[in-house]
C-alpha cells in the first residue's frame, strides 16, 4: 500500500467522501480528524492513522493498523476514554508514545472539543424546553368524521328510545316486540322508574287529601259544639228582699 498513489486517485479522481465549495473542499469520512480534505487529515491515504470518536456519550480512540490491511472490518483499533478529560489525555499520550506530535495534539484538540459538545447537551438535557408535536391532518379528520357519526348514531338511539316508550305506553303491539335489546332495556327501566314515580305519588296524594278530609270533620264538631253552648239559656236570680239590720 502506497499512501501517495492512493492520495493521487482521491484528490484528482473520484472520492465519495469529498465535498467541494467555491473556497475549499471537506471529508465527510467519520473517522477524519478535522474534516478537512488534504493530505494529512486523509484517513484513507494514510497508513499511521488515529482519531477520536463519540458514541451515545461515550469518546473513543480508534487507531488504524497497517498490518490489518487485508481485513478493513479489523483494520482500526477501538480503545474506549475515561469520562475524566485528564485521564483521557494521558492514555493518549499512552498509547501514541512514539507518533508525530502534530497528529497527537490534533487527536486531543478533536477530544476537547467533543466533551465540550457533550456537556453543552447535559446542560440542555436538564433545562426545560418546549417540545415540538407533530399535528397529524389526516388522523384529526379522521377522528372529527368518527366523532360526527357517533353523535348522529347516538341521536338515533335516543329516538327510538322515545318511539319504545310511547309504544310501551299505548300497547300498539300488545306483548310482541321485536326491538333492538339495548334500547328496549333502556326503555323498559324508565317506564319502571316512571311507573313507580307515579304510583308513589298517588300515594301521598291520597294521604294528604285523608288527612284534609279528617281535619274538616274535626272542625265541623268543634263548630256544632260552640253553637250548643251559645243556645243554652243564662238563668235569672231571683229578686230577694233586703232585711234591715235591727
Known amino acids: 500500500q502506497t499512501d501517495e498513489v492512493i492520495w493521487q486517485v482521491i484528490n484528482h479522481g473520484h472520492c465519495s467522501y469529498k465535498t467541494k465549495t467555491t473556497t475549499q473542499s471537506f471529508c465527510r469520512h467519520k473517522f477524519n480528524i478535522t474534516g478537512l480534505c488534504n493530505r494529512t487529515s486523509c484517513p484513507l491515504a494514510n497508513s499511521r492513522y488515529a482519531t477520536v470518536t463519540e458514541e451515545k456519550g461515550v469518546c473513543y480512540l480508534q487507531i488504524k493498523t497497517i498490518e490489518r490491511a487485508h481485513t478493513p472490518k479489523y483494520m482500526w483499533e477501538k480503545i474506549k ?20 506530535k502534530a497528529m497527537v495534539f490534533r487527536i486531543k484538540q478533536r477530544l476537547t ?16 424546553r418546549p417540545k415540538m408535536v407533530r399535528y ?33 305506553k299505548t300497547g300498539a303491539y300488545g306483548e310482541i316486540y321485536n326491538f333492538p335489546t339495548k334500547a328496549y332495556k333502556k326503555a323498559l327501566s324508565k317506564h319502571k322508574t316512571e311507573k313507580g314515580e307515579t304510583e308513589e305519588e298517588t300515594q301521598t296524594d291520597g294521604k294528604e287529601t285523608e288527612k284534609k278530609e279528617n281535619d274538616e270533620i274535626d272542625g265541623e264538631d268543634d263548630y256544632d259544639e260552640d253553637e250548643d253552648d251559645d243556645e243554652l239559656p243564662v238563668p235569672i236570680e231571683p229578686d230577694v228582699p233586703i232585711v234591715p239590720d235591727v
Open 81 to 100: 476514554l475515561s469520562n475524566n478529560f485528564a485521564k483521557a489525555l494521558e492514555q493518549i499520550n499512552k498509547n501514541l508514545e512514539y507518533w508525530p
Open 113 to 128: 472539543r467533543i466533551t465540550q459538545y457533550l456537556i453543552r447537551m447535559r446542560k440542555l438535557s436538564l433545562t426545560p
Open 136 to 168: 397529524h391532518k389526516k388522523v384529526e379528520r379522521r377522528e372529527q368524521r368518527r366523532e360526527e357519526k357517533a353523535l348522529i348514531a347516538s341521536r338515533l338511539e335516543k329516538t327510538i328510545e322515545k318511539e319504545l316508550l310511547e309504544r310501551l
